[in-house]
T-cell receptor, first 115, second 115 residues
Framework: AQTVTQSQPEMSVQEAETVTLSCTYD???????LFWYKQPPSRQMILVIR??????QNATENRFSVNFQKAAKSFSLKISDSQLGDTAMYFC????????????FGKGTKLSVIP | ETGVTQTPRHLVMGMTNKKSLKCEQH?????MYWYKQSAKKPLELMFV???????ENNSVPSRFSPECPNSSHLFLHLHTLQPEDSALYLC??????????????FGPGTRLTVL
């Protein structure tokens, strides 16, 4: 069975500062995929960033980057220069195995960006 | 319309009612999903359709009945629901997964309240 754990139910950060959201996971698959999704108060779930486990290089998307530690099964999200629009629930998700349809989600971290 | 759309956005129904949720994707995808999002719980995958064929049914009660008439449309038929079925129901779509696991794109959800 796959598990995803987000240990920070809520976090806050000052505008323009940097914040890191934690995620740990467990899977028996050797080839898997990790995702961070953002769900703003309007509820549309949006992909933030995606990481293939076979790639050693950490994924980046503009102000968003991940720290993928495969041995430790850790996949944290760093948001630089936080903006008010970053206020949202952030979900870490795992898809185990090539061609897998099963996405296992964590419980989420509620991030508030404070002006 | 672009992306994944869902109707209605809000639905209130009694336990004896029959209603349907609709999802439509405009991304040219062939895989579609239903998820249930309850407060304080991770997203739960309910059903997966790949090229109109159901490939996953995660032990969902029979009072939820999915239908996928074509690759662009997905329905969730509801009958004799329970109050604990109140939740946000999310639809998602992706390209069919082969060697790679494709990213899932989500709709805005239907907020369902069962009285």
């Amino acid at each position: 069975a796959q598990t995803v754990t987000q240990s920070q139910p809520e976090m806050s950060v000052q505008e323009a500062e940097t914040v890191t959201l934690s995620c740990t996971y467990d899977t028996s698959e050797s080839n898997y995929y990790l995702f961070w999704y953002k769900q703003p108060p309007s509820r549309q779930m949006i992909l933030v960033i995606r990481q293939e486990a076979y790639k050693q290089q950490n994924a980046t998307e503009n102000r968003f980057s991940v720290n993928f530690q495969k041995a430790a099964k850790s996949f944290s999200l760093k948001i630089s220069d936080s903006q008010l629009g970053d206020t949202a629930m952030y979900f870490c998700a795992l898809a185990g195995g090539a061609g897998s349809y099963q996405l296992t989600f964590g419980k989420g971290t509620k991030l508030s960006v404070i002006p | 319309e672009t992306g994944v759309t869902q109707t209605p956005r809000h639905l209130v129904m009694g336990m004896t009612n029959k209603k349907s949720l609709k999802c439509e994707q405009h991304l040219g995808h062939n895989a579609m999903y239903w998820y249930k999002q309850s407060a304080k719980k991770p997203l739960e995958l309910m059903f997966v359709y790949n090229f109109k064929e159901q490939t996953e049914n995660n032990s969902v009660p029979s009072r939820f009945s999915p239908e996928c008439p074509n690759s662009s449309h997905l329905f969730l038929h509801l009958h004799t629901l329970q109050p604990e079925d109140s939740a946000l129901y999310l639809c998602a779509s992706s390209r069919p997964s082969g060697r790679e696991t494709d990213t899932q794109y989500f709709g805005p959800g239907t907020r369902l309240t069962v009285l």
